[in-house]
C-alpha cells in the first residue's frame, strides 16, 4: 500500500525529490515515522488578528507564538484509528522563551485526495489541494472547513479562519529541508506564517504516540 500522500499524487510522487518523497512516504506499510527538527522565523499580521490566534490556540488550531530562530519539532506518525483509517499524524511544536505552542493535525485519505483533521477534537476538517513544482518541492493549499461537534455539522464560516499555503523543498546544499508557511483570512489578510530550516529523522513506527493523537476521532470527512 502507498502511502496517502503518494495515492493522492498519482504518478506526480514520482517528480518529488527523493528526500520529499522519503518524508512523504510515511504510512504503516513503509513502517517508519518521521521527526522534523529545526528554527523558524514566525510571523503574524496586525494587532486584529490576535483574537483569531488566540482562539485557534484553545484547540491547537493556531498559535500566537512570533519570533525569530524559533526551535520547532514536526511529527509524522502513522497509525489506524478506531474507524480502521490510516491516519499520518503532522503535530508541530514552538518553543518561544519560556511559551510553548503546538499545532495538531492528521492526515486521511478521502474520497476527493488528502482530508485535514485540525484540533485537539478534529473539530475543522478541510480537503487539500496537492502539488509538486518544478524543483521536486511540495505544494499545500488548504480549502473550505467543516466544522463537526455530534450531530452537528456546517461549513465553517471563513470569515472566522484561514486559508494554508504550505511550501516544503530540500536544500542540497544545506542537507536540510526548508519550509514556508502563510495562513490568510478572505477579509483580514496576513493572520499568521514562518519560514525556516530542519532535518528529520526517519525511525521505525507502526503506530503514534498517545500525546500525539487527537481526544477524539471524527468520521465524518
Same mark, same amino acid.
Given at each position: 500500500? *502507498? ?24 504510512? %504503516? $506499510? ?5 521527526? &522534523?527538527? &529545526? =528554527?523558524? *522565523? !514566525?510571523?503574524?499580521?496586525? @494587532? @486584529? ?9 484553545? =484547540? ?13 519539532? !514536526?511529527?509524522?506518525?502513522? +497509525? ?6 490510516? !491516519?499520518?499524524?503532522?503535530? =508541530? ?6 511559551? *510553548?505552542?503546538? /499545532? ?7 474520497? #476527493?485526495?488528502?482530508?485535514?483533521? %485540525?484540533? *485537539? ?9 496537492? =502539488? ?6 511540495? #505544494? ?7 466544522? +463537526? ?20 523543498? /530540500?536544500? $542540497? $546544499?544545506?542537507?536540510?529541508? #526548508?519550509?514556508? %508557511? ?5 477579509? /483580514?489578510?496576513?493572520? /499568521?506564517?514562518? $519560514? ?15 500525546? %500525539? ?5 471524527? #468520521?465524518?470527512?
Amino acid at each position: 500500500m *502507498t502511502s496517502i500522500f503518494e495515492s493522492a499524487l498519482g504518478a506526480d510522487f514520482a517528480r518529488l525529490h527523493p528526500m520529499m518523497q522519503k518524508r512523504f512516504g510515511v504510512g %504503516l $506499510d513503509a513502517g517508519y515515522a518521521c521527526t &522534523g527538527r &529545526g =528554527r523558524l *522565523t !514566525i510571523t503574524r499580521g496586525r @494587532w @486584529w488578528t490576535i483574537p483569531f490566534l488566540e482562539f485557534g490556540r484553545l =484547540r491547537n488550531i493556531l498559535t500566537p507564538v512570533t519570533g525569530q530562530d524559533v526551535p520547532f519539532t !514536526i511529527e509524522n506518525y502513522p +497509525y489506524r484509528d478506531p474507524y480502521g483509517r490510516e !491516519i499520518v499524524t503532522f503535530v =508541530r511544536e514552538y518553543q518561544a522563551g519560556r511559551r *510553548t505552542t503546538r /499545532f495538531d493535525a492528521t492526515m486521511v485519505q478521502g474520497p #476527493r485526495g488528502v482530508v485535514d483533521y %485540525l484540533g *485537539t477534537h478534529q473539530h475543522l476538517v478541510t480537503d487539500l489541494d496537492l =502539488r509538486v513544482d518544478d524543483e521536486g518541492g511540495f #505544494r499545500l493549499r488548504s480549502g473550505a472547513q467543516r466544522f +463537526y461537534e455530534g450531530l452537528l455539522g456546517f461549513r465553517f464560516p471563513m470569515l472566522f479562519s484561514g486559508y494554508a499555503d504550505l511550501h516544503e523543498r /530540500f536544500d $542540497d $546544499d544545506e542537507a536540510c529541508y #526548508r519550509i514556508t %508557511l502563510r495562513v490568510e483570512n478572505p477579509v /483580514f489578510g496576513y493572520l /499568521f506564517g514562518y $519560514d525556516g530550516k530542519f532535518t528529520c529523522e526517519f525511525t521505525p513506527a507502526s503506530d503514534a504516540p498517545a500525546r %500525539l493523537k487527537p481526544v477524539r476521532h471524527v #468520521r465524518r470527512i
